[in-house]
């Protein structure tokens, strides 16, 4: 049972950095897309960025430019790092894994970014 725990989260002000780390446990894959989703109060979760086993990288408009997804294969670890963050970053982010081969997704507990003055 695969098993996401992330960290990082916490309050900034605007300006500010921050970096969320997701570690997967439990199993063993090789070829998979890990993400990052984020969910604001009564708004729906939203893509933030995700990141294949190959390296190849996708982000949502909103944080182009700002926002940097990396991962570390070896130790089965997402990053999130999130430069100039806005009061609209505000939201739990989720990380997410997908594995090739396998009928179903995991998701990460979540962690709260806030960012405010």
């Known amino acids: 049972q695969v098993q996401l725990v992330e960290s990082g989260g916490g309050l900034v002000q605007p300006g500010g950095s921050l970096r969320l780390s997701c570690a997967a446990s439990?199993?063993?894959?090789?070829?998979?897309?890990m993400g990052w989703y984020r969910q604001a109060p009564g708004k729906q979760r939203e893509l933030v960025a995700t990141i294949t086993s190959s390296g190849t990288t996708n982000y949502a408009d909103s944080v182009k430019g700002r926002f940097t997804i990396t991962r570390d294969n070896a130790k089965n670890t997402a990053y999130l790092q999130m430069n100039t963050l806005k009061p609209e970053d505000t939201a739990v982010y989720y990380c997410?894994?997908?594995?090739?081969?396998?009928?179903?997704?995991?998701w990460g507990q979540g962690t709260q970014v806030t960012v405010s003055s």
């Open positions: 439990g199993s063993t894959f090789s070829v998979y897309v």
């Open positions: 997410n894994l997908v594995v090739a081969g396998r009928s179903r997704d995991y």
